[in-house]
């Protein structure tokens, strides 16, 4: 891994600039069109609740077997920094990592990230085992299966009564003939439901921020050192320069790629105003209203946040934050933090102005664990 992947992420963003996308979890680096044939098969139902219920991590430091490459590296708990599973896929040569979670949870849910820009797997498969030994050995069951594949971080429910391996095995990258490389695998006990699950999508600050790996306090852990039973699946799902006409444009994808997730949380504003001029303002709060109407007829949980304050916003942002509000009030949203407030009262946070510094990214997730706390037991 190049010095360059393990920069943070403020060195990142003033090396690549505002329009990176940092965390490309909704559009692939072909930019390849929509597929339904990617949306994952379940062999049972999924399972959606409004109250959330613990979903302990089962996989961390686990044993782990693969068909090559470091099968230590994608349970290892150390995200966009640490060892990466580097392995070439092929049809008559799948590439598979196995991990021994043991036995206990009825049902389970695999989340898996590739490393930012790497090559991704299209075509892949998840599988059980009750009776193996290494990950070779022994009788498998596929649970799901997904083809054309265009994202770089998914998360699969499957049935997991009687069984003690979880194999990831994938057996086409979009760039045949090259490595993938994957950098975490979670396997959680989904047996009380997947409702602790979150999707945090938006810009490059929400990009910045909701990179697990970059710093310690992530969200998941955040929440979890206060209420332990619970570690939430989290993928942060922000790409830089994007706002609320991309996620008009791509809300029915993102629901059919993601279907499994409860929490929604839809931060975007920052690009929606742009151009400072406040007469804009009423078609930001429609194109909002447009997308959490849409999440909640899916049955999903929404929270939008303030827009973030930035250097001269105080002059324009009020009218865009209004908006925001009159969402929140007319479609009943859960409390979420106001990071307009926060980040006028701490612009230190801010390295350009706009930008959340590391500590303005370990800030956001703070606000948010505190935000979502009754939620938490």
């Known amino acids: ?33 929509f597929d339904p044939r990617s949306i994952d098969r379940i062999r049972s139902d999924g399972f959606e609740s409004a109250t959330p219920t613990p979903m302990p991590l089962v996989s961390r430091n686990r044993p782990a077997f693969a068909s090559a490459g470091n099968a230590a590296a994608v349970n290892d708990g150390e995200y966009y920094g640490g060892a990466t599973w580097d392995v070439v896929p092929g049809d008559a040569t799948p590439a598979w990592v196995a991990i021994q979670v043991g036995a206990g949870p009825t049902r389970a849910m695999l989340n898996w990230v590739a490393y930012p820009g790497s090559n991704l797997p299209t075509h892949y498969r998840i599988e059980t085992s009750a009776n193996s030994s290494n990950g070779a050995d022994g009788t498998w069951t596929t649970a799901v ?139 930001f709060g429609e194109r ?15 929270f939008v946040p303030r827009i973030p304050y930035k250097t001269g916003g105080e002059a324009y942002l009020a009218p865009y934050n209004a908006q925001v509000d009159a969402v929140v009030g007319e479609l009943g949203l859960g409390a979420a933090p106001d990071l307009y407030a926060w980040f006028l009262a701490h612009p230190d946070q801010l390295y350009d102005g706009v930008h959340p510094n590391d500590a303005g990214s370990r800030s956001m997730n703070q606000l948010w664990a505190d935000a979502v706390r009754p939620l938490y037991p």
Not at 145 to 157: L, S, Y
């Open 145 to 283: 299966t997904v083809v054309d594949n265009g994202v770089e971080a998914r998360a699969h429910p499957f049935a997991f009564a009687g069984q003690q391996w979880v194999r990831f095995v994938v057996t086409r990258a979009h760039d045949v003939g090259q490595a993938i490389s994957i950098d975490e695998i979670d396997v959680q006990d989904a047996s009380t439901g997947n409702a602790d699950s979150w999707m945090f999508v938006g810009d490059s600050i929400t990009a910045a921020a909701f990179h697990r790996g970059l710093f310690e306090g992530n969200f998941p852990e955040r929440v979890h050192t206060v209420s332990p039973a619970f570690f939430p699946l989290m993928i942060g799902a922000g790409v830089g320069g994007t706002s609320t006409v991309d996620g008009v444009a791509r809300i029915d994808e993102w629901l059919a790629i993601h279907p499994h997730f409860q929490n929604w949380v839809i931060s975007y504003g920052t690009n929606d105003s742009a151009n400072e001029d406040p007469q804009f303002a009423p078609a």
């Open 288 to 302: 909002l209203r447009f997308i959490v109407a849409t999440l909640q007829a899916a049955g999903k949980t929404v």
């Open 1 to 33: 891994m190049n010095a360059a992947c393990a920069m943070s992420i403020a060195q990142r963003l003033r090396v690549a600039g505002a329009a990176l996308a940092l965390a490309c979890v909704f559009a692939s680096p072909a930019a390849r069109a």
